[in-house]
């Protein structure tokens, strides 16, 4: 069992920037690739950014390229999100989401363990 809990959202200009964080409670953390999903108002769960057991490999959706980055710190059970030249269209409750095994990391369905948001605006 993993728990997920997210921290660091809030409102920013756009051209801001933000950093989240997750914390996963539990000892296997290092065991699990990670990911960050986002969800608008009105719009479907969308695949953000992945990254690897050790954080070697990383992906990421085609509009964060170049302005977001994904990391983790294992000694720390933790996985960051920093976010930088932020748009309107950023806003959104974004999730951190734990999966143990290969698939389709685009996937929501292949992450077994999720927290329960954090909210993003962006102001125009």
């Known amino acids: 069992q993993v728990q997920l809990v997210e921290s660091g959202g809030g409102l920013v200009q756009a051209g801001g920037s933000l950093r989240l964080s997750c914390v996963a409670s539990?000892?296997?953390?290092?065991?699990?690739?990670m990911g960050w999903f986002r969800q608008a108002p009105g719009k479907e769960r969308e695949f953000v950014t992945t990254?690897?057991?050790?954080?070697?490999?990383?992906d990421y959706t085609d509009s964060v390229k170049d302005r977001f980055t994904i990391s983790r710190d294992n000694t720390k059970n933790t996985v960051y999100l920093q976010m930088n030249s932020l748009k309107p269209e950023d806003t959104a409750v974004y999730y951190c989401?734990?999966?143990?095994?290969?698939?389709?990391?685009?996937?929501?369905?292949?992450?077994?363990?999720w927290g329960q948001g954090t909210q993003v605006t962006v102001s125009s």
């Open positions: 539990g000892r296997t953390f290092s065991s699990y690739r």
């Open positions: 989401a734990a999966r143990r095994s290969g698939g389709n990391p685009t996937l929501s369905s292949e992450y077994r363990y």
């Open positions: 990254i690897s057991w050790s954080g070697g490999s990383t």
